[in-house]
C-alpha cells in the first residue's frame, strides 16, 4: 500500500487554498482602499482647515467672493492639489446681523452697520476619490474694532 495524496484530495485542497487566499487578498485591497480614502479625507481636512486660516488672517474688508455679495477676492470655487489629490474648494460667504446693536430695517433699533460678521463655509471635494464625502467646515469671523 502507497502512501499519497489521491488526485481527488489534491484538487480539493488546492480549491481550499484558492477559496482561502481570493478572501485574503479582497480583505487586502479593501484594507488599502479604506487606507487611501482616509488618506484623501485627512488632506481634505487639512486643506479644508488651512483656507479657514488664510481667511481668518485676511484683511475684513476682502474677505467675500469675486463679483459676490459681500465682494471680495476669492473665487466661488478652485481646484487645489495636496498630497498628489486634486480637490475642489468651493466657498460660501455670508454677511451676518447680529442683534446686539440693532437689526437693519427695524423702526425701533435700527442698525445702520448691518453686516456685523461674515459666516464662511468652505467645502473640499473629491471627484477622482471613491467613496468620497466632501468635507465641510463654518464658522463666522468679525473685524476688528468695527462697531463699539
Do not use: E, Q, S
Given at each position: 500500500m502507497k502512501k499519497g495524496f489521491t488526485l481527488i484530495e489534491t484538487l480539493v485542497g488546492a480549491a481550499v487554498f484558492l477559496v482561502v487566499a481570493v478572501a485574503v487578498y479582497g480583505a487586502y485591497t479593501e484594507v488599502f482602499k479604506l487606507a487611501n480614502l482616509n488618506q484623501s479625507r485627512i488632506l481634505a481636512v487639512n486643506l479644508a482647515d488651512e483656507q479657514f486660516e488664510v481667511i481668518r488672517n485676511m484683511p475684513y474688508s476682502d474677505v467675500g467672493i469675486v463679483n459676490g455679495d459681500p465682494s471680495g477676492i476669492l473665487p466661488a470655487s478652485t481646484t487645489m492639489v495636496?498630497?498628489?489629490?486634486?480637490?475642489?474648494?468651493?466657498?460660501?460667504?455670508?454677511?451676518?446681523?447680529?442683534?446686539?446693536?440693532?437689526t437693519f430695517g427695524s423702526t425701533t433699533n435700527n442698525d445702520i452697520v448691518p453686516d456685523d460678521n461674515k459666516f464662511i463655509q468652505i467645502s473640499v471635494a473629491c471627484s477622482t476619490c471613491e467613496n468620497f464625502t466632501p468635507v465641510v467646515i463654518a464658522g463666522q469671523i468679525a473685524p476688528k474694532n468695527f462697531e463699539n
Open positions: 495636496r498630497g498628489g489629490v486634486t480637490f475642489n474648494v468651493a466657498y460660501t460667504i455670508r454677511n451676518v446681523d447680529l442683534p446686539f446693536d440693532g
